[in-house]
């Protein structure tokens, strides 16, 4: 069965700083990987989606990276604003499945 | 074009009371899915349907039971309610079950 981690849990930092949020799972057997943003209250929207052939997936300040063999993925967020501020959920399926289990996320705030 | 919605957004029930959750997709994709989302546990999968016809349980199957109606909707059902139920319960849809998985808003169940 597959286990997703993401450090930290929770993570508070100033306006502008770039920061690094980390998932990693167990079974390197995957189709592909997600990152999501759930703002409280609210559901979950995809942010960027990375196929198991690709090294990684960009989208304005939004970069990830996919390490299959080392079990690890990484979202980097540039320059970080206020609106920034929400969970950041990491899902990864199981080998030979394709869906797909949740980390329990990362809570981000970023101050101004 | 609304995505994902789900009715109802909120519901409280008695212990022993019988309700549907329901959820329909526009964008004419194969899968359709439920999750529920507890403080500390993350989102883990109650029942998904790979395609119109079919449904299959996942994690946390016992107590619900679901009826793919047709290509968009997908409801659940729990039958007997119990204050372990108490969760927010989130619909998601995806094409050929390996591309991006897209929320509904939700649907915030207090059992007493």
């Known amino acids: 069965k597959q286990e997703v981690t993401q450090i930290p849990a929770a993570l508070s930092v100033p306006e502008g700083e770039n920061l690094v949020l980390n998932c990693s799972f167990t079974?390197?057997?995957?189709?592909?990987l997600q990152w999501f943003r759930q703002d409280p209250g609210k559901g979950l929207t995809s942010l960027l989606l990375?196929?198991?052939?690709?090294r990684e997936q960009t989208s304005g300040r939004l970069n990830a990276s996919l390490d299959k063999s080392s079990g690890r993925s990484t979202l980097y967020i540039a320059a970080s604003q206020p609106g920034d501020s929400a969970t950041y959920l990491c899902?990864?399926?199981?080998?030979?499945?394709?869906?797909?289990?949740f980390g329990r996320g990362t809570s981000l705030i970023v101050h101004p | 074009n609304a995505g994902v919605t789900q009715t109802p957004k909120f519901q409280v029930l008695k212990t022993g009371q019988s309700m549907t959750l329901q959820c329909a997709q526009d964008?004419?994709?194969?899968?359709m899915y439920w999750y529920r989302q507890d403080p500390g546990m993350g989102l883990r999968l109650i029942y998904y349907?790979?395609?119109?016809?079919?449904?299959d349980k996942g994690e946390v199957p016992n107590g619900y039971n679901v009826s793919r109606l047709n290509k968009r909707e997908f409801s659940l059902r729990l039958e007997s309610a119990a204050p372990s139920q108490t969760s927010v319960y989130f619909c998601?849809?995806?094409?050929?079950?390996?591309?991006?998985?897209?929320f509904g808003p939700g649907t915030r169940l207090l059992v007493l």
């Open positions: 998601a849809s995806s094409d050929r079950g390996r591309e991006t998985q897209y």
């Open positions: 079974d390197s057997a995957i189709y592909n």
């Open positions: 990375i196929q198991s052939s690709q």
């Open positions: 899902a990864v399926p199981s080998g030979g499945s394709y869906i797909p289990t």
């Open positions: 964008m004419n994709h194969n899968s």
């Open positions: 349907s790979a395609s119109e016809g079919t449904t």
